[in-house]
């Protein structure tokens, strides 16, 4: 099912927005409707950065692509890249930063740790699975050439123990060389 409103790619969807940018079209999907290793990442509840890490035998720096600060709310977009510098994934992630001990809340406007690393114990199952066009802005993003390709992610939502939401995350995998011929 192609979603039509933006609120299945949110957060990522404020980006475009702001842009002036239509957004790419979405599929809610299954774990059985994606690639087995490409479920096991997305469809995990923990933080996809250390276990993007661990399968790809790298450690990913954050590259900010844009930002947004309106008092406590932050929103970021964000590509995490290998050491040899190939993009590994598109995120976007809206915060409240009041929500965050104020150490973790320094470190996430330092912008020089994924988030994943900083709340690398918070446990959130996705709230959707997603097939994603991959358009003009997503292409360049992950450096990938044009063409008619079908990317997967991820949406979740981090909740404090109250129910408070502290954070939105998208997140949408490049894919590995070996997969492009076969990702679409």
């Known amino acids: 099912m192609v979603e ?3 609120s299945i ?3 990522l969807a404020g980006f475009y927005a702001a842009a002036g940018r239509p957004l790419p079209a979405a599929h809610v999907i ?3 409707a994606m690639p087995r290793v490409l479920a096991d990442l997305l469809g995990a509840p923990e933080p996809l950065t ?3 890490e661990e399968h790809v035998g790298d450690a990913l720096a954050l590259r900010v692509l844009d930002r947004h600060r309106d008092g406590d709310y932050y929103a970021r977009c964000v590509v995490l890249v290998r050491g040899d510098g190939v993009p590994a994934v598109l995120g976007a992630i809206a915060i409240d930063l009041g929500r965050l001990a ?3 809340r320094a470190a996430v406007l330092a912008e020089t740790v994924p988030f994943g690393h900083l709340l690398g114990d918070a446990i959130a199952h996705p709230d959707a699975l997603l097939r994603v066009a991959c358009d003009r802005f997503i292409a360049d993003a992950l450096a990938l050439a ?3 390709l079908h990317l997967y992610g991820r949406r979740r ?3 404090d ?9 998208l997140e949408i995998l490049a894919p590995e060389p070996r997969q492009l011929a076969r990702v679409g």
């Open 30 to 32: 299954t774990r059985t």
């Open 102 to 104: 104020p150490t973790v």
């Open 4 to 6: 039509s409103d933006a």
């Open 161 to 169: 123990p109250s129910g408070a939401v502290i954070a939105t995350i």
């Open 146 to 148: 044009d063409g008619d």
């Open 157 to 159: 939502t981090l909740a």
């Open 50 to 52: 250390p276990r993007l």
């Open 9 to 11: 790619l949110a957060p």
